[in-house]
């Protein structure tokens, strides 16, 4: 079982590859993981565990059996691609807009081991927007008509929403900061290379207050009334 998880013995070996790339070979008292980056590291162990172990690292639960006698495995792995991308902008607001660390967690540890480098990442977008929107001098009122609830950011970040099932307490952008700060520490350790949403151009209507002479284009999507 996992009790035997120091079987495996890991090699980081950076080279001038531009694709991640490992080994795995069987030496009688270790299974020795040779790979290009942390990820392929990973990737190969999963690789033996999942072809030889009958093991499984999976969304429903986890199944990890490493046996005394290590069965007999060898194996090599040149990705084709430098990028194994992950998550769709809109994952955001399907499935991930409420897990804590604990969830996100299992996701990067199943990332890891299915080769992923490249997540997206929605994280604290919403919140280092309403930082801005504040310093640049709007009321927290003016704010709160803006941002969408959690499940609806997607939608808030592509400019077809605003201020449905709003509006957020200061508690939950404090929460979302501390959270991404736990990811993107997680994924620098891992060597991934995690895509982050820029500021888009949309604002809040009230932004006219203290820009009048600004032009902005109203937008309206799936006929939700004017003021969403």
């Known amino acids: 079982?996992?009790?035997?998880?120091?079987?495996?013995?890991?090699?980081?070996?950076?080279?001038?590859?531009?694709?991640?790339?490992?080994?795995?070979?069987?030496?009688?008292?270790?299974?020795?993981?040779?790979?290009n980056s942390e990820v392929a590291l990973c990737r190969g162990a999963y690789d033996y565990l999942f072809n030889a172990?009958?093991?499984?690292?999976?969304?429903?639960?986890?199944?990890?059996e490493i046996p005394?006698?290590?069965?007999?495995?060898?194996?090599?792995?040149?990705?084709?691609y430098q990028y194994h991308y992950y998550f769709n902008v809109v994952t955001h607001g399907y499935t991930?807009?409420?897990?804590?660390w604990d969830r996100w967690e299992k996701e990067i540890d199943w990332m890891a081991v299915h080769g992923i480098n490249m997540p997206m990442i929605g994280g604290?977008?919403?919140?280092?927007?309403?930082?801005?929107?504040?310093?640049?001098?709007?009321?927290?009122?003016?704010?709160?008509?803006?941002?969408?609830?959690?499940?609806?950011?997607?939608w808030n970040r592509m400019g077809n929403m605003t201020g449905w099932d709003g509006p957020l307490p200061q508690s939950f952008f404090e929460k979302q900061i501390?959270?991404?700060?736990?990811?993107?520490s997680r994924l620098k350790e891992l060597g991934m290379n995690p895509v982050i949403p820029a500021f888009?151009?949309?604002?809040?209507?009230?932004?006219?207050r203290l820009f009048p002479n600004?032009?902005?284009?109203?937008?309206?999507?799936?006929?939700?009334e004017k003021k969403y």
């Open 124 to 154: 604290a977008h919403e919140a280092i927007l309403n930082r801005v929107f504040r310093k640049l001098g709007l009321t927290k009122d003016e704010i709160d008509k803006y941002f969408t609830g959690p499940a609806h950011f997607p």
């Open 1 to 35: 079982g996992k009790e035997n998880a120091g079987k495996i013995e890991f090699n980081l070996v950076k080279n001038n590859l531009k694709t991640d790339a490992f080994s795995v070979k069987n030496n009688g008292d270790k299974i020795v993981v040779t790979a």
């Open 53 to 64: 172990c009958e093991s499984i690292v999976s969304w429903s639960g986890n199944r990890i």
């Open 96 to 100: 991930t807009p409420f897990w804590d």
């Open 68 to 80: 005394e006698i290590l069965p007999d495995y060898t194996n090599k792995i040149e990705s084709p």
């Open 214 to 224: 600004e032009k902005l284009r109203d937008l309206s999507w799936g006929g939700f």
């Open 200 to 208: 888009a151009g949309f604002v809040p209507n009230d932004i006219t």
């Open 178 to 184: 501390s959270l991404n700060h736990k990811i993107l």
